[in-house]
Antibody, heavy 124, light 108 residues
Framework: EVQLVESGGGLVQPGGSLRLSCAAS????????MEWVRQAPGKGLEWVGR??????????EYAASVKGRFTISRDDSKNSLYLHMNSLKTEDTAVYYC???????????????WGQGTLVTVSS | EIVLTQSPGTLSLSPGERATLSCRAS??????LVWYQQKPGQAPRVLIY???NRATGIPDRFSGSGSGTDFTLTISRLEPEDFAVYYC??????????FGGGTKVEIK
């Protein structure tokens, strides 16, 4: 069974930093692109960014709203994905999901697997 | 960035009725369009990919159509468990992937 479990959310002041983690199991993590998607309270979904797999040089890509402030990394030996968030703003308040694709043809395109999400609140 | 506009924002229907949800893209995404369902407190779930292909385990009352800029998700007969929020998502361009603003299907 595929499982994605996020952790690390919490309350942080504007300008602060936080690191989210996503522990994966039930699939070959190292083969997969891994994504972060967020959802502000009562709002829609927003793609945050991704890290591709080793075969694609672990290339990372980001939404314009977080580029330069957020960094995505992965540790294939630990089946783990990370989101390092710096210079946080109140508008970054959201539930953060890690997500991934099912079959290889869906890499970077369709999010078949989702975690339960972790809430990040940026407030003074 | 490709903008996806979903309409209507809210759809009020009764169980057994037909639901028609629209998603319009600001430029062509070919058939690179996905539909998700999200229930309160849950992560989204894939319903349709490639504009018209049902994901594994999705009932055949869900169908998708369209290509280019105009897409439709149809639920032929609403079941109680279908009342939820539906999002479209495109991957026609490289990045960023974008989502529509969502359509809430609520019980009338």
């Amino acid at each position: 069974e595929v499982q994605l479990v996020e952790s690390g959310g919490g309350l942080v002041q504007p300008g602060g930093s936080l690191r989210l983690s996503c522990a994966a199991s039930g699939f070959t993590f190292s083969d997969h692109y891994m994504e972060w998607v967020r959802q502000a309270p009562g709002k829609g979904l927003e793609w945050v960014g991704r890290t591709k797999n080793k075969a694609n040089s672990y290339t990372t890509e980001y939404a314009a709203s977080v580029k330069g402030r957020f960094t995505i990394s992965r540790d294939d030996s630990k089946n783990s994905l990370y989101l390092h968030m710096n210079s946080l703003k109140t508008e970054d308040t959201a539930v953060y999901y890690c997500a991934s694709h099912g079959g290889p043809a869906a890499a970077g395109k369709v999010f078949d697997y989702w975690g339960q999400g972790t809430l990040v609140t940026v407030s003074s | 960035e490709i903008v996806l506009t979903q309409s209507p924002g809210t759809l009020s229907l009764s169980p057994g009725e037909r639901a028609t949800l629209s998603c319009r893209a600001s430029q062509s995404v070919s058939s690179s369009l996905v539909w998700y369902q999200q229930k309160p407190g849950q992560a989204p779930r894939v319903l349709i990919y490639g504009a018209s292909n049902r994901a594994t385990g999705i009932p055949d009352r869900f169908s998708g159509s369209g290509s280019g800029t105009d897409f439709t998700l149809t639920i032929s007969r609403l079941e109680p468990e279908d009342f939820a929020v539906y999002y479209c998502q495109q991957h026609g361009s490289s990045v960023p992937l974008t989502f529509g603003g969502g359509t809430k299907v609520e019980i009338k």
